[in-house]
């Protein structure tokens, strides 16, 4: 997979080059490049905002950079993706659908965003769509747009070292996950779940899935599958 972001903040996402997204980067099965949006101005002050028209708090990030940087970065099969309080919300099932494209385009805002005909403009020509990391306000889009890349990219192949791991987390079966132990089997006075330790699997999967219910009732009863619209 191939990920463009396009930001003022490029630097934000060093932290992509540590960790298993780096290893991933670092073989080949990701290819993943954090772009200045100033590299598309021409002007003495590498300027990228201007005052709302209609009048307002704030500024607005001007077209013409983001034209120029997405008319170059953007291929025929990209999913243009922008962050943004008015999106869409951000979940699992999100994030997998995303997993099996070939090419992402990130476009993260600052100020109080993208000039509106940015978005217009290239919904004509490719599939664009606004995303929220969650009903909670942020400065701009890095911290969403690198929540989803990671959220992304772990579910490619190869990514992550062992794939069943990704199949009892939280939100992967709608539910969140059981709770987790290891050594030492007793920790200032605590022990682990004896049938944990009892090496019948029948019994401990069924105690996880009791687990994973019972939390998901008591912290996200609208994950549930009978609740509506889960
Ligand atoms: N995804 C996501 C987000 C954002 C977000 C994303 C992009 C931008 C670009 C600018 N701002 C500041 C801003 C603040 C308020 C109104 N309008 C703009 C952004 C906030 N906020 N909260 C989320 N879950």
Same mark, same amino acid.
């Given at each position: 997979?191939?990920?463009?972001?396009?930001?003022?903040?490029?630097?934000?996402?060093?932290?992509?080059?540590?960790?298993?997204?780096?290893?991933?980067?670092?073989?080949?099965?990701?290819?993943?490049?954090?772009?200045?949006?100033?590299?598309?101005?021409?002007?003495?002050?590498?300027?990228?905002?201007?005052?709302?028209?209609?009048?307002?708090?704030?500024?607005?990030?001007?077209?013409?950079?983001?034209?120029?940087?997405?008319?170059?970065?953007?291929?025929?099969?990209?999913?243009?993706?922008?962050?943004?309080?008015?999106?869409?919300?951000?979940?699992?099932?999100?994030?997998?659908?995303?997993?099996?494209?070939?090419?992402?385009?990130?476009?993260?805002?600052?100020?109080?965003?993208?000039?509106?005909?940015?978005?217009?403009?290239?919904?004509?020509?490719?599939?664009?769509?606004?995303?929220?990391?969650?009903?909670?306000?942020?400065?701009?889009?890095?911290?969403?747009?690198?929540?989803?890349?990671?959220?992304?990219?772990?579910?490619?192949?190869?990514?992550?070292?062992?794939?069943?791991?990704?199949?009892?987390?939280?939100?992967?079966?709608?539910?969140?996950?059981?709770?987790?132990?290891?050594?030492?089997?007793?920790? *200032?006075? %605590?022990? #682990?779940? /004896?049938? $944990? &330790?009892?090496?019948?699997? @029948? +019994?401990?999967?069924?105690?996880?899935?009791?687990?994973?219910?019972? *939390?998901? %009732?008591? #912290?996200? /009863?609208? $994950? &549930?599958?009978?609740?509506? @619209? +889960?």
């Amino acid at each position: 997979m191939r990920v463009d972001i396009v930001t003022i903040f490029p630097t934000f996402f060093d932290v992509l080059d540590i960790s298993l997204i780096g290893k991933a980067r670092g073989s080949g099965l990701l290819d993943i490049r954090a772009h200045d949006l100033r590299d598309w101005t021409h002007d003495r002050h590498r300027t990228v905002d201007d005052t709302p028209y209609g009048g307002g708090a704030g500024m607005v990030m001007k077209p013409e950079p983001w034209g120029e940087a997405l008319d170059a970065l953007l291929t025929p099969e990209a999913v243009l993706i922008v962050p943004s309080p008015a999106g869409e919300v951000f979940t699992q099932p999100t994030a997998r659908e995303l997993s099996a494209e070939a090419h992402l385009v990130f476009a993260c805002g600052r100020y109080e965003g993208i000039d509106q005909r940015v978005i217009d403009h290239y919904a004509q020509s490719h599939r664009v769509r606004l995303i929220s990391l969650g009903d909670y306000v942020l400065n701009g889009g890095e911290v969403a747009a690198m929540a989803m890349v990671e959220a992304v990219s772990r579910l490619i192949p190869g990514v992550v070292g062992n794939p069943a791991s990704l199949v009892e987390e939280s939100h992967e079966d709608g539910l969140l996950e059981y709770p987790s132990y290891t050594k030492p089997a007793q920790w *200032r006075g %605590e022990d #682990v779940p /004896p049938v $944990l &330790l009892s090496g019948n699997h @029948g +019994a401990i999967a069924q105690w996880r899935r009791d687990r994973s219910l019972e *939390r998901t %009732e008591r #912290v996200r /009863p609208d $994950l &549930l599958p009978e609740a509506p @619209g +889960a």
